[in-house]
């Protein structure tokens, strides 16, 4: 079993639609959650971190439930510069900042 | 743009050959680390630099091994190319101590092709 698992994508959707992303980690001592994107070759990039609370960056909203061990992705109104693939990112105490990636999940925003 | 440069971009190898990826960090972060990523996944986490030092390992064998330098810049080598060892190999630099903030700044990755 992976440690963290995604969605398995593709998700195509019209601009404007609203799109969810499930992650599910397997580690209980994982601390850390975060979302990445990445870019059609091109590097990961920071994307947001995300709170135990819930926590919201303008379009984009995440949620972390630690008893089931899920992680989403919320994205509001979508645009074309979102398309992208995601991905789900944990990290374990003590590990030194050594992420734990899912496999991405591909998004593409048509016109 | 992170600040962090990866040398080669792109390059072709083959099986049983060594390679040599360097990586040059971004200005002020002491800690460098290297990760796989293979087409269609997710970057794994190959190994990381603290100071000169090794500081972590993932599931990599000994023939992937590393470097850092004074200048926190830094080498991937790996020795007897295997097929499957073609990927895109990306560094990411950050400043060590302190709060793990998850933030990695990665450079655009050295492909492999090993044939």
């Known amino acids: 079993r992976k440690e963290v698992e995604q969605d398995p994508g593709p998700f195509n959707v019209p601009e404007g639609a609203t799109v969810a992303f499930n992650c599910t980690y397997s580690?209980?001592?994982?601390?850390?959650f975060f979302w990445y994107r990445q870019d059609c070759r091109k590097e990961p990039k920071l994307l947001m971190s995300?709170?135990?609370s819930g926590n919201e960056d303008g379009r984009f909203t995440a949620q972390l439930n630690r008893a089931s061990q899920y992680i989403s992705l919320l994205i509001r109104d979508s645009k074309l510069s979102d398309s992208a693939t995601y991905l789900c990112?944990?990290?374990?105490?003590?590990?030194?900042?050594?992420?734990?990636f899912g496999s991405g999940t591909q998004l593409t925003v048509l016109p | 743009e992170t600040g962090v440069t990866q040398s080669p971009t792109h390059l072709i190898k083959t099986r049983g050959q060594q390679v040599t990826l360097r990586c040059s960090s971004q200005?002020?972060?002491?800690?460098v680390s290297w990760y796989q990523q293979a087409l269609g996944q997710g970057p794994q986490f190959i190994f990381q630099?603290?100071?000169?030092?090794?500081?972590g390992r993932g599931n990599f064998p000994p023939r992937f091994s590393g470097l850092q330098f004074p200048n926190y810049s830094s080498e991937l080598n790996v020795n007897a190319l295997e097929l499957d060892d073609s990927a895109l190999y990306l560094c990411?630099?950050?400043?060590?101590?302190?709060?793990?903030?998850?933030?990695?700044?990665f450079g655009e990755g050295s492909r492999l092709t090993v044939l």
């Open positions: 990411a630099s950050s400043l060590g101590g302190g709060k793990n903030t998850g933030e990695l700044f």
């Open positions: 580690n209980s001592a994982s601390q850390s």
């Open positions: 990112v944990v990290t374990i105490s003590g590990s030194a900042r050594q992420l734990t």
């Open positions: 200005s002020g972060h002491n800690t």
């Open positions: 995300v709170y135990s």
């Open positions: 630099y603290y100071r000169e030092e090794e500081n």
